[in-house]
Each structure stands twice: as structure tokens, then as C-alpha cells.
């Protein structure tokens, strides 16, 4: 017996918004929405491979730093491309110590999230 991811939950300010960024990142769609968040997933939808992506509504304010952050990997190999489009779509650098020798991009979502665009490649499921 044993257990998979099924979600990551990501308390928010505005769950739309961030559901749209997201989506974009990631190529997710909108699987659910009520008036607390929405639920985000690949395009298979609940149950496929890949968790899904819960954004919930929240007024607390933001931690500086959380204890868990999404990587994400280009599906084309294309590192340099994938930091510029995720620019294009609102994220910005973030510095939370990083030496500027690593391999991978800290950028920050809409919110102020912490993420990082690694450079190994990964095939889309």
C-alpha cells in the first residue's frame, strides 16, 4: 500500500488570477471553481498522472519564505526560451540566496511564490 500527491494547495489572494497564470505555465485547465479557489489540472483531468493544483482564497498574509516551493522543467529542453516566456506571463526573479552559479531560475509567481525553472527537460505526460 501507499500514497501519491493527488493536490498541492496554494493559499492566495485571488485564486482567478493565479489560476490563470498557472494554467499558462504548466498548460493546465480549470477543473473546478467555487467561491473559495479553484481546482487546476492537466488536461486529462482528476486522477491523471500529475496532481492537481488547488488555489485557495486566502486574506492572511504572505510567509517570506515558504518550506515548499514547485520546481517546473521545460518540456522542450529550451531553458532560455522557457525563462522568457514565463517572464512574458508575469513572473518575475526572485532572489532567496541563490549564488548565481546553479543551473535553475528562482522566479516568483503573481503573488510572490517561489519557483524554480530547472534545466533538465522533461516529456510532457
Avoid at 543551473?103 to 519557483?115: I, K, M
Wanted: with cysteine.
Amino acid at each position: 500500500m501507499s500514497c501519491r500527491i493527488s493536490e498541492l494547495v496554494l493559499d492566495c489572494r485571488d485564486p482567478e488570477a493565479l489560476a490563470r497564470f498557472w494554467c499558462e505555465v504548466l498548460d493546465f485547465v480549470v477543473l473546478d471553481r467555487d467561491e473559495d479557489g479553484v481546482e487546476i489540472g492537466a488536461r486529462d483531468g482528476f486522477g491523471g498522472s500529475q496532481p492537481t493544483i488547488i488555489l485557495s482564497r486566502s486574506d492572511d498574509p504572505p510567509q517570506p519564505k515558504s518550506k515548499l516551493h514547485i520546481d517546473v522543467s521545460p518540456t522542450d529542453g529550451d531553458q532560455d526560451a522557457e525563462l522568457e516566456r514565463l517572464l512574458a506571463l508575469g513572473a518575475r526573479p526572485t532572489d532567496i540566496g541563490q549564488t548565481g552559479d546553479e543551473s535553475w531560475h528562482v522566479l516568483a509567481d503573481p503573488e510572490g511564490n517561489a519557483f524554480c525553472l530547472l534545466r533538465t527537460p522533461v516529456k510532457p505526460v
